[in-house]
């Protein structure tokens, strides 16, 4: 055995044996409510889990700035639009609720591949268009050419001219819908379909259109933080925090322990 050495010290100067005390780590976390904007149906969407707060460190900060990706169709209650996704992003946190913005939203990869056809042209373009209250946002529109109604080939492709023209044609209309509009507003043109609608009915003249959807909107840049303006988005109402508390277990009722006295008393 070499000298200075000690069999009962571990490595690092620990003596082996020792075991750390386990801890359950869920007693340092908590539970938060987030709730997406007044626009869409279902307000209170999902749970969040963040560590509590611990001196400087407190939990708000890991929480501001989390981004959610839920199903539109979650959101508004109605299977028929499940083919959106769409992305909340966290902006301010009151008592156990998280106030969520408008990020983003993109569709399932199901459905656009469910949209593609042979002996068809597809038209794609992207485009950055500001809302009126400052919101800068990049907008991917994807749509398919048809066949008209005395149409004789087997196949409908659109020339390069008329692919220009088509692209011009989306990129005007994008505009127009965006520009002139806020953030709620132009939101709930990507939930109803209202932009694609007009695109197939303006292409007419060009080269006829079908399945015209915004592919995906992706969020550039973000006025200033203003938490009046956020308020007006969630309707100047937050549901309250619904915490599950759990339930009291019923079971069979414990037998009460018998008086000191009397214990005595038999004894004697």
């Not at 993109?106 to 209250?133: A, E, P």
Request: charged share 30%; aromatic share 8%; proline share 3%.
């Amino acid at each position: 055995m070499a000298v200075g050495k000690n069999k009962r010290l571990g490595k690092g100067g620990k003596k082996a044996g020792l075991k750390r005390k386990a801890q359950d780590m869920m007693t340092r976390k908590e539970w938060y409510d987030v709730v997406a904007p007044a626009w869409f149906t279902k307000r209170v969407f999902a749970k969040t889990l963040v560590n509590k707060t611990v001196g400087m460190k407190l939990s708000s900060d890991s929480l501001r700035g989390r981004v959610f990706e839920i199903s539109l169709g979650d959101l508004n209650e109605d299977e028929s639009q499940a083919y959106r996704k769409f992305r909340l992003r966290v902006e301010e946190i009151q008592g156990r609720v998280c106030l969520t913005n408008f990020h983003g939203m993109l569709m399932t990869t199901d459905k656009y591949r469910s949209l593609l056809r042979k002996w068809c042209s597809t038209i794609q373009m992207s485009t950055v268009v500001k809302t009126t209250d400052g919101y800068s946002m990049r907008v991917f529109v994807v749509g398919f050419t048809k066949r008209r109604a005395n149409h004789v080939k087997k196949n409908c492709y659109a020339s390069p001219i008329q692919k220009r023209r088509l692209r011009q044609k989306i990129v005007e209309i994008v505009r127009d819908h965006v520009t002139k509009g806020d953030l709620p507003s132009v939101v709930q043109k990507f939930q109803h379909e209202t932009i694609g609608k007009d695109i197939e009915r303006a292409s007419n003249p060009i080269y006829p259109l079908r399945d015209v959807f915004v592919k995906k909107v992706k969020l550039i840049r973000r006025p200033k933080y203003d938490l009046n303006r956020l308020m007006e988005l969630h309707g100047n109402a937050i549901p309250e925090c619904q915490e599950d508390l759990g339930q009291r277990v019923l079971g069979e009722p414990v037998a009460a322990a018998a008086p000191a006295a009397a214990v005595e008393e038999d004894k004697e």
